[in-house]
């Protein structure tokens, strides 16, 4: 027995050390001067330590900008998508009970890679000046978010038994009314969880990033490539950059920890 | 009504590229050649795609990389949420170490992978050999690049299937499992026939989703490996990218498009039908 | 407009370098105050010359007070010309230049691109010929070594373009090590020569033979026979063995040539080279480290750009200036008696006007032209400022000085030395393919030189491979226009004496 629990130790460890040192290597190179990033070997911890990286990664190379646009872009498609993601469950759970075969169709729309729109966006985009914008960007974006949105929102609201609408509704509320008082509240911990979800996905998102923007809008796909230089690669400064990036992303997302494994039940299980 | 707008924009937005990659993959059409006109060409298009060797070598990397990564990230990020479902001491702390490769963005997972990996000075190669594992400087990145994508790419997701895991172990009845361990079964019986079986469903969304992420798979090898060496490692989607923006071949980047479109509809739907038990709604 | 009062003058060997501000006079006999223009450049150091960004760059380029960076905002003062540079990260470049002028767009007056889209660009269509201009406001060409003038900026019999940064390659070794009496006398013994400089691949692969797996630098570490890039631009230096084995990369009727004795040979030699002589791990060193490799002292010897003298002469690596010796490419095939040696200019950059210039903006546009080439600062590469010099005028008396004061840890010996090499180089100068298509086509080739360095094929199949693809690319692109185009290439090619006979 004891034999083991300490095999699952080990193996438990080995786990937690495969997923946490890339992290402690990040952090470490991002404070790292620039005469230690070629030692080789390379040191554990860096031997002295300098703030030039987060200076010339954010301030210098964009990093500040590119983080504040993947985040603006992120949180303006995942609203953008929560809220006709709501409508569009709203409507489905309540008048449309039986419609599985839509709602996996919508689901399915997600199917599609989004490289396969790269092309004719790009196109598109270009004539009508939407290209290298952030509208264009978040446009896009809907094609993977807003599947997932309404069918995550159909679920959750599934689960919200329709004698609370209905008693709101007798006592005289309009349908607005209705969601906003009643159905939101209660389903909120899962548009959260969604909310998150979709924030993710958003900010995950690389082709069509590369493909749809360049110098006015540039998200973290679009820039980090920008740190591999003609001449050298900026490790320390996007190693900075990748740190202030993720922070708060981090935090968000062990915070809401409990709302996001909500979601990812997908409304599926109670 | 409520559904409509949602349904509009999605028809709007889907619509129009499936059209305009229609268009664009069947004629011909140099654009990089201002004043240039299209002109029909049939299939031609989709023949190129058909018998072009790169085309089936990235299929293959795709393929390689699905039939590794996806069931991998699944078990792994099972096996975890099962470990951490059971409120040991600090399964908190350890559960949000877990999840943060999955908060960050894919360039940044890419770069950081990139620098683990680096010969000359990535601390991979001098760990190896500390260990006494690998020769000096085994240069992972060129010599091992679809391995390197695969582990970058289970770093960074297997935290998703951990989060799956998580909620659907919290959410399972008790009864089975209280019945199963009174008629005596073990800890494996018990997850084989009874925890296993309740899961599937909520595995079954999960990896399907990943499934489709995995297919059209970009960031990680682009920044990694960027298809090389050679193209040893290109998947489908560097290739349409490589081909639209790097070469101006809009038109066989449309096509390589909905091969891939195809390819993926025809896969995926043949796994939902085939998938034991059928999926969650 | 009146026409300059000073003419045919070099400013290298004019005004701007004899003191004082005579050199201006040219700009500002003109009037164009008032107008503004745009323009476009890659970012980094090569926009330093243009707009010098803030201090987060690495920026030591002081001498003088009208040397080196900040040229934009002189020249607005000189002309009352307004400009508004962008800088464009440079692995965007093509698609965003190329963009803008397919589209139609012509956001940029002037463009400042690598010469490898020189078919794409120039060959599109896409530029305006300066060769009036020139004339008129009395560009001195005659210090562009013929390579430069008539395959680098010129295309179908028109200049196109003003260089702006010339990549040529050199061949690169350590003067100290290769004079070394007892390391002479063990590489006389093992192989029946002098040690000297490499005249042919033979020898460059003999020689890296030598020095690999030993400590001739006595300090403990592991040493090897050369170094070079593979992982930027890889397919140059398979170019640059191509060339010299005098291979043309299309016959006259488009044909690849890559699948004969030059091409196998080229790919050959590359693969010999990188597999046994270069450290391991070289496939996937950046460019600074390949530098490095060699400027700390870890390699006798290496064939790149020419970034690699400065580097030495900057004082910041274990390696100098002077000990750093700069001469041409080892050569390949032998015609009539002569080794033919030959120096890949690529991917270097070079200016052009856009043609969707408004017609009264031309001529002011050419004026920034002219005050990059004359007056700006691609004369004197220092180590940080990455410039490399495209033109004979590097040599010039007045622009001596600035060498020494940029370049601390390198004598006027030391520096004479490294420009009469890049003269040398640049006289024998060797194109990319000029050709729309360029990008795919050097695309095939990194892909199947990659796979033959990872061991996957041989060079015969590589190069076979390589032929495939680009007869598929050619047709893709339309025959027919890629012949015209391609004609036009091979009669600069045999002005130049560079097509096989």
Redesign the interface.
């Given at each position: 027995m004891r034999l083991w629990t300490i095999g699952?130790i080990v193996a438990?460890a080995v786990?937690?050390f495969?997923?946490?040192a890339?992290?402690y290597?990040?952090v470490t190179?991002a404070f790292k001067p620039e005469i230690y990033?070629?030692?080789?070997?390379?040191p554990?911890f860096p031997p002295q330590t300098t703030s030039l990286n987060f200076?010339?990664g954010l301030?210098?190379?964009g990093g500040a900008k590119g983080i504040l646009d993947?985040l603006f872009i992120a949180t303006s498609n995942s609203l953008i998508s929560l809220f006709?993601?709501l409508?569009?469950g709203?409507?489905?759970s309540r008048?449309?009970p039986r419609s599985?075969n839509l709602?996996?169709f919508?689901l399915s729309?997600?199917?599609?890679?989004?490289?396969?729109?790269?092309?004719?966006?790009?196109?598109?985009y270009?004539?009508i000046h939407l290209y290298d914008s952030y509208l264009g960007i978040i446009?896009?974006d809907?094609?993977f978010n807003?599947?997932l949105a309404?069918w995550m929102m159909k679920?959750f609201l599934d689960e919200i038994p329709r004698e609370l609408d209905e008693s709101a509704q007798v006592d005289g509320a309009s349908l607005f009314r209705t969601l906003r008082s009643v159905v939101v509240p209660t389903a909120l911990p899962g548009i959260v969880g969604t909310g998150i979800l979709l924030f993710?996905f958003s900010?995950?998102e690389?082709?069509l990033n590369?493909?749809l923007t360049?110098?006015n809008v540039t998200p973290?796909?679009t820039?980090?490539?920008?740190?591999?230089?003609?001449?050298?690669?900026l490790?320390g400064d996007?190693?900075a950059v990748?740190l202030v990036?993720?922070i708060p992303?981090?935090i968000?997302?062990?915070a809401l920890?409990k709302q996001?494994?909500?979601?990812?039940?997908?409304?599926?299980?109670? | 009504m409520l559904v409509m707008p949602a349904i509009a924009i999605l028809l709007a937005l889907n619509l129009f590229p499936l059209i305009y990659d229609i268009f664009l993959s069947l004629v011909n059409w140099q654009i990089r050649f201002a004043g240039s006109q299209p002109t029909f060409a049939g299939a031609s298009n989709f023949a190129t795609v058909v018998t072009d060797p790169r085309f089936y070598n990235d299929v293959g990397v795709t393929l390689a990389l699905i039939a590794v990564v996806v069931p991998v990230e699944n078990f792994l990020g099972l096996g975890l949420a099962m470990l951490l479902s059971r409120k040991i001491r600090g399964s908190r702390v350890i559960g949000s170490i877990i999840i943060m490769p999955l908060a960050l963005s894919s360039a940044v997972a890419g770069m950081i992978w990139s620098i683990l990996l680096f010969c000359s000075f990535g601390p991979v190669d001098s760990i190896l050999e500390l260990l006494g594992i690998w020769r000096t400087c085994a240069n992972p990145l060129w010599n091992y690049p679809i391995q390197s994508i695969m582990v970058a790419d289970i770093w960074q997701w297997t935290p998703f299937f951990f989060l799956i895991f998580l909620a659907g172990l919290s959410s399972l009845p008790r009864e089975p499992l209280e019945a199963a361990q009174v008629d005596g079964a073990s800890a494996y019986q018990t997850f084989r026939h009874v925890t296993l079986p309740m899961l599937a469903p909520v595995m079954g969304v999960g990896v399907i989703l990943r499934m489709m992420d995995v297919f059209q798979t970009f960031g990680v090898p682009y920044i990694l490996t960027g298809g090389g060496p050679g193209v040893t490692s290109e998947t489908i989607a560097l290739y349409i990218y490589r081909a639209g923006l790097g070469f101006f071949n809009l038109t066989y980047a449309a096509a390589l498009a909905l091969v891939l479109l195809v390819v993926v509809s025809v896969l995926i739907t043949l796994f939902v039908r085939i998938y034991p038990g059928g999926l969650a709604r | 407009m009146a026409s300059s009062s000073v003419s045919g003058l070099h400013p290298a060997t004019g005004p701007f370098y004899l003191g004082g501000n005579a050199y201006l006079q040219p700009f500002t006999d003109f009037d164009f105050k008032g107008t503004s223009i745009t323009g476009v450049v890659d970012s980094g150091l090569n926009y330093i010359p243009f707009v010098d960004p803030d201090e987060g760059y690495p920026n030591s380029v002081t001498s003088g007070p009208h040397f080196g960076q900040n040229q934009v905002p002189k020249f607005q003062d000189a002309t009352g010309i307004t400009v508004t540079m962008d800088a464009v990260d440079a692995g965007d470049t093509y698609s965003l230049y190329m963009t803008d002028l397919v589209s139609g767009t012509g956001k940029w007056n002037i463009i400042v691109y690598f010469s490898t889209y020189n078919g794409d660009i120039m060959g599109g269509g896409y530029t305006y010929p300066i060769d009036d201009l020139v004339a008129k406001y009395n560009v001195d060409t005659s210090l562009m070594p013929p390579f430069i003038k008539q395959l680098y900026c010129s295309y179908a019999g028109h200049l196109m373009a003003l260089p702006y940064d010339g990549d040529f390659h050199a061949y690169y070794y350590r003067k100290d090590i290769f004079s070394n009496p007892d390391i002479m006398s063990k590489f006389k013994a093992k192989y029946g020569y002098d040690l000297a400089p490499a005249q042919t691949w033979k020898q460059y692969n003999d020689i890296g033979e030598f020095f690999t797996g030993w400590d001739w630098a006595g300090d403990g570490k592991p040493h090897y026979g050369l170094v070079e890039d593979i992982k930027d631009l890889g397919h140059e230096q398979w170019m640059q063995r191509f060339a010299s084995w005098q291979g043309v990369y299309f016959d006259e009727n488009m044909n690849p040539q890559v699948n004969t004795p030059a091409g196998i040979s080229a790919a050959t030699d590359l693969l010999t080279a990188i597999t046994k002589y270069a450290p391991p791990g070289d496939t996937s060193l950046a460019w600074e480290e390949v530098i490095s490799t060699f400027c700390n002292g870890t390699v006798p010897q290496m064939v790149a750009w020419p970034d690699i003298g400065p580097r030495g002469g900057t004082g910041n690596y274990s390696v100098k200036g002077d000990q750093i010796g700069t001469t041409l490419p080892p050569g390949g095939a032998t015609v009539n008696g002569n080794l033919v040696r030959r120096s890949l200019v690529s991917p270097g950059r070079v200016m052009v006007i856009s043609k969707y210039t408004p017609p009264e903006k031309v001529e002011a546009v050419f004026l920034l032209m002219k005050w990059m080439y004359e007056v700006g600062p691609i004369y004197v590469p220092t180590g940080l400022n990455g410039e490399d010099p495209p033109d004979d005028a590097c040599d010039a008396p007045g622009s001596l000085p600035y060498w020494s004061a940029s370049n601390t840890a390198w004598s006027a010996a030391g520096i004479q030395d490294y420009i009469a090499g890049a003269k040398t180089c640049l006289a024998n100068g060797y194109p990319d393919i000029y050709l729309p298509g360029q990008a795919q086509y050097v695309d095939s080739l990194d892909r199947h030189l990659g796979e033959m360095l990872a061991g996957k094929s041989t060079p015969t199949e590589a190069m076979s491979s390589v032929n495939d693809d680009w007869v598929g690319i050619t047709k893709d692109i339309g025959l027919p226009k890629q012949q015209a185009l391609w004609k036009e290439v091979v009669a600069a090619y045999k002005a130049l004496g560079l097509w096989p006979s």
């Amino acid at each position: 027995m004891r034999l083991w629990t300490i095999g699952w130790i080990v193996a438990v460890a080995v786990v937690l050390f495969f997923f946490a040192a890339p992290l402690y290597w990040m952090v470490t190179m991002a404070f790292k001067p620039e005469i230690y990033w070629a030692f080789s070997p390379p040191p554990l911890f860096p031997p002295q330590t300098t703030s030039l990286n987060f200076y010339r990664g954010l301030l210098v190379m964009g990093g500040a900008k590119g983080i504040l646009d993947s985040l603006f872009i992120a949180t303006s498609n995942s609203l953008i998508s929560l809220f006709f993601g709501l409508l569009a469950g709203y409507g489905l759970s309540r008048y449309l009970p039986r419609s599985k075969n839509l709602s996996f169709f919508i689901l399915s729309q997600r199917m599609l890679p989004a490289v396969a729109f790269a092309v004719p966006f790009y196109l598109l985009y270009r004539s009508i000046h939407l290209y290298d914008s952030y509208l264009g960007i978040i446009l896009v974006d809907l094609t993977f978010n807003l599947p997932l949105a309404v069918w995550m929102m159909k679920n959750f609201l599934d689960e919200i038994p329709r004698e609370l609408d209905e008693s709101a509704q007798v006592d005289g509320a309009s349908l607005f009314r209705t969601l906003r008082s009643v159905v939101v509240p209660t389903a909120l911990p899962g548009i959260v969880g969604t909310g998150i979800l979709l924030f993710m996905f958003s900010w995950n998102e690389f082709v069509l990033n590369l493909f749809l923007t360049i110098v006015n809008v540039t998200p973290l796909p679009t820039l980090i490539p920008k740190f591999t230089g003609s001449h050298n690669i900026l490790y320390g400064d996007v190693s900075a950059v990748a740190l202030v990036a993720s922070i708060p992303i981090i935090i968000v997302v062990i915070a809401l920890q409990k709302q996001l494994v909500r979601a990812l039940t997908f409304g599926g299980v109670k | 009504m409520l559904v409509m707008p949602a349904i509009a924009i999605l028809l709007a937005l889907n619509l129009f590229p499936l059209i305009y990659d229609i268009f664009l993959s069947l004629v011909n059409w140099q654009i990089r050649f201002a004043g240039s006109q299209p002109t029909f060409a049939g299939a031609s298009n989709f023949a190129t795609v058909v018998t072009d060797p790169r085309f089936y070598n990235d299929v293959g990397v795709t393929l390689a990389l699905i039939a590794v990564v996806v069931p991998v990230e699944n078990f792994l990020g099972l096996g975890l949420a099962m470990l951490l479902s059971r409120k040991i001491r600090g399964s908190r702390v350890i559960g949000s170490i877990i999840i943060m490769p999955l908060a960050l963005s894919s360039a940044v997972a890419g770069m950081i992978w990139s620098i683990l990996l680096f010969c000359s000075f990535g601390p991979v190669d001098s760990i190896l050999e500390l260990l006494g594992i690998w020769r000096t400087c085994a240069n992972p990145l060129w010599n091992y690049p679809i391995q390197s994508i695969m582990v970058a790419d289970i770093w960074q997701w297997t935290p998703f299937f951990f989060l799956i895991f998580l909620a659907g172990l919290s959410s399972l009845p008790r009864e089975p499992l209280e019945a199963a361990q009174v008629d005596g079964a073990s800890a494996y019986q018990t997850f084989r026939h009874v925890t296993l079986p309740m899961l599937a469903p909520v595995m079954g969304v999960g990896v399907i989703l990943r499934m489709m992420d995995v297919f059209q798979t970009f960031g990680v090898p682009y920044i990694l490996t960027g298809g090389g060496p050679g193209v040893t490692s290109e998947t489908i989607a560097l290739y349409i990218y490589r081909a639209g923006l790097g070469f101006f071949n809009l038109t066989y980047a449309a096509a390589l498009a909905l091969v891939l479109l195809v390819v993926v509809s025809v896969l995926i739907t043949l796994f939902v039908r085939i998938y034991p038990g059928g999926l969650a709604r | 407009m009146a026409s300059s009062s000073v003419s045919g003058l070099h400013p290298a060997t004019g005004p701007f370098y004899l003191g004082g501000n005579a050199y201006l006079q040219p700009f500002t006999d003109f009037d164009f105050k008032g107008t503004s223009i745009t323009g476009v450049v890659d970012s980094g150091l090569n926009y330093i010359p243009f707009v010098d960004p803030d201090e987060g760059y690495p920026n030591s380029v002081t001498s003088g007070p009208h040397f080196g960076q900040n040229q934009v905002p002189k020249f607005q003062d000189a002309t009352g010309i307004t400009v508004t540079m962008d800088a464009v990260d440079a692995g965007d470049t093509y698609s965003l230049y190329m963009t803008d002028l397919v589209s139609g767009t012509g956001k940029w007056n002037i463009i400042v691109y690598f010469s490898t889209y020189n078919g794409d660009i120039m060959g599109g269509g896409y530029t305006y010929p300066i060769d009036d201009l020139v004339a008129k406001y009395n560009v001195d060409t005659s210090l562009m070594p013929p390579f430069i003038k008539q395959l680098y900026c010129s295309y179908a019999g028109h200049l196109m373009a003003l260089p702006y940064d010339g990549d040529f390659h050199a061949y690169y070794y350590r003067k100290d090590i290769f004079s070394n009496p007892d390391i002479m006398s063990k590489f006389k013994a093992k192989y029946g020569y002098d040690l000297a400089p490499a005249q042919t691949w033979k020898q460059y692969n003999d020689i890296g033979e030598f020095f690999t797996g030993w400590d001739w630098a006595g300090d403990g570490k592991p040493h090897y026979g050369l170094v070079e890039d593979i992982k930027d631009l890889g397919h140059e230096q398979w170019m640059q063995r191509f060339a010299s084995w005098q291979g043309v990369y299309f016959d006259e009727n488009m044909n690849p040539q890559v699948n004969t004795p030059a091409g196998i040979s080229a790919a050959t030699d590359l693969l010999t080279a990188i597999t046994k002589y270069a450290p391991p791990g070289d496939t996937s060193l950046a460019w600074e480290e390949v530098i490095s490799t060699f400027c700390n002292g870890t390699v006798p010897q290496m064939v790149a750009w020419p970034d690699i003298g400065p580097r030495g002469g900057t004082g910041n690596y274990s390696v100098k200036g002077d000990q750093i010796g700069t001469t041409l490419p080892p050569g390949g095939a032998t015609v009539n008696g002569n080794l033919v040696r030959r120096s890949l200019v690529s991917p270097g950059r070079v200016m052009v006007i856009s043609k969707y210039t408004p017609p009264e903006k031309v001529e002011a546009v050419f004026l920034l032209m002219k005050w990059m080439y004359e007056v700006g600062p691609i004369y004197v590469p220092t180590g940080l400022n990455g410039e490399d010099p495209p033109d004979d005028a590097c040599d010039a008396p007045g622009s001596l000085p600035y060498w020494s004061a940029s370049n601390t840890a390198w004598s006027a010996a030391g520096i004479q030395d490294y420009i009469a090499g890049a003269k040398t180089c640049l006289a024998n100068g060797y194109p990319d393919i000029y050709l729309p298509g360029q990008a795919q086509y050097v695309d095939s080739l990194d892909r199947h030189l990659g796979e033959m360095l990872a061991g996957k094929s041989t060079p015969t199949e590589a190069m076979s491979s390589v032929n495939d693809d680009w007869v598929g690319i050619t047709k893709d692109i339309g025959l027919p226009k890629q012949q015209a185009l391609w004609k036009e290439v091979v009669a600069a090619y045999k002005a130049l004496g560079l097509w096989p006979s």
